[in-house]
């Protein structure tokens, strides 16, 4: 059974992977997280089965908002890749959601019967969304690189994590966009140290684990604040809120241990071990409060329209008057950045574009002599259809825009061109 042993704490009925090794950021490279294995567990009243005994491997199990079924990605033979699946809580076939001959992994449920995944393309893990009863599936992310779901937050974005800024930094951040690729954007904008599987609590906090332990993001702060030092060990995510005051993480003491499952309490870093089986990413097994819907509002167009109320309002002061044009890229077929337009930014900072939708996209600021002030070093997107505004240059969510119209919509309410090399 190997359960741990009496005088340990147990929580209510929970799931979780049971693995030998477990490798969180291998799968940004390309690599295998579970290089030795790993199978779902289900763990009530000091019983343990596993949920897919028949498959070669299973992991990342994700629990339906009813509380009654868990979908997962899963390997039925050695050679297969990894796939979306979902089985019922009470045992059963699982049944596949789709099969593809790329990797598929870290599944979470959206409303309305679809859910999120990343799946393995040529540029990388995107994430996709599809519907559980089969269909095509809708891809949300356009950015090269590779892009992992970490949890879908209560207003019914996707919060998932990737390299920032570029596609080969070291360091990790938390991004959210909604189910139909719209509205894409850092959660937070104090880039520095890499954050790790994002998890909302209940109170709306997103958790999340870094180098020193879990953070946490509030609605308060614009920057993140310590939540529990891993003490010379290490956290893996994803936690699971067992109660405010009891969460249910991954943690190993140093390097060379395997991850086990704890219990611990946030509020002065206590832990108690939950099981002697190694194992990572718990979840409760219990029904949970269902995310909001998200309407989509894309309109049927093949680009999208960006308003930049002030390129001024930014994280890094730009002198005023001293932004002259601003430049838009794509990324060409050979992942180089190609031009696809130029015009002038009003006095007040603000511009009007029209940009491709479902591409690469990369912004810069430029003076009148032409040198550069201020460039994106990563890309975001548009999707088709999509209507924008941004309040600056990187200026963060937490940024309110000042209450004027922009020159820019003074001066007409058509954007420039940037979808065919601008005009």
């Known amino acids: 059974m190997?359960?741990?042993?009496?005088?340990?704490?147990?929580?209510?009925?929970?799931?979780?992977?049971?693995?030998?090794?477990f490798v969180p950021d291998a799968w940004a490279c390309g690599q295998e997280r579970f290089p030795r294995g790993a199978a779902i567990r289900l763990i009530a009243a000091q019983q343990a089965r596993e949920l897919a005994p028949a498959f070669f491997a299973s992991a990342d199990p994700e629990v339906s908002f009813d509380g009654q079924r868990v979908l997962f990605a899963g390997k039925q033979r050695r050679g297969d890749p990894w796939q979306i699946w979902e089985t019922a809580v009470t045992g059963g076939e699982p049944h596949r959601i789709a099969a593809w001959t790329e990797d598929a992994i870290r599944p979470l449920y959206l409303p309305e019967g679809r859910v999120v995944y990343a799946r393995k393309l040529a540029d990388g893990y995107q994430l996709e969304v599809l519907p559980l009863a089969?269909?095509?599936?809708?891809?949300?992310?356009?950015?090269p690189g590779n892009w992992l779901?970490?949890?879908v937050l209560h207003d019914g974005r996707v919060l998932y994590e990737g390299a920032h800024p570029a596609a080969d930094s070291a360091a990790h951040e938390l991004y959210t966009v909604y189910p139909d690729g719209s509205g894409v954007e850092a959660y937070r904008c104090d880039h520095g140290v890499s954050r790790?599987?994002?998890?909302?609590?209940?109170?709306?906090?997103?958790?999340?684990?870094?180098?020193?332990?879990?953070?946490?993001?509030?609605?308060?702060?614009?920057?993140?604040?310590?939540?529990?030092?891993?003490?010379?060990?290490?956290?893996?995510?994803p936690m699971a809120e067992w109660t405010p005051e009891q969460w249910l993480v991954a943690f190993r003491p140093n390097a060379t241990a395997a991850y086990a499952i704890?219990?611990?309490?946030?509020?002065?870093?206590?832990r108690h071990k939950i099981s002697d089986r190694p194992g990572v990413q718990p979840v409760m097994l219990a029904a949970r409060e269902t995310p909001l819907r998200?309407?989509?509002?894309?309109?049927d167009w093949p680009g999208a329209n960006v308003l930049c109320l002030n390129a001024y309002t930014a994280k890094r002061e730009i002198a005023e008057g001293s932004v002259a044009s601003v430049r838009l890229y794509t990324q060409g077929a050979e992942g180089k950045p190609v031009v696809l337009g130029e015009t002038a930014v009003e006095s007040d900072g603000s511009f009007f574009l029209h940009v491709p939708g479902d591409r690469p996209l990369r912004l810069e600021l430029r003076d009148r002599a032409g040198r550069v002030i201020e460039a994106e070093r990563g890309w975001f997107w548009m999707r088709r259809g999509e209507q924008r505004v941004c309040v600056g240059c990187h200026a963060g969510p937490?940024?309110?825009?000042?209450?004027a119209v922009p020159k820019v919509l003074l001066r007409a309410d058509v954007p420039v061109r940037m979808d065919r090399g601008g005009k």
């Open 2 to 21: 190997a359960l741990a042993s009496a005088g340990m704490v147990h929580p209510a009925t929970y799931v979780y992977t049971a693995t030998p090794r």
């Open 134 to 143: 089969g269909g095509q599936p809708l891809r949300i992310t356009y950015a």
């Open 149 to 151: 779901p970490c949890d």
């Open 196 to 237: 790790h599987a994002g998890r909302q609590l209940a109170s709306r906090d997103i958790v999340f684990v870094t180098a020193k332990g879990f953070a946490r993001f509030t609605s308060a702060l614009a920057t993140q604040v310590e939540a529990a030092s891993a003490g010379g060990g290490e956290f893996a995510g």
């Open 262 to 270: 704890y219990s611990l309490n946030p509020a002065d870093g206590a």
């Open 398 to 403: 937490e940024r309110a825009p000042e209450n």
């Open 294 to 299: 998200f309407p989509s509002g894309l309109h």
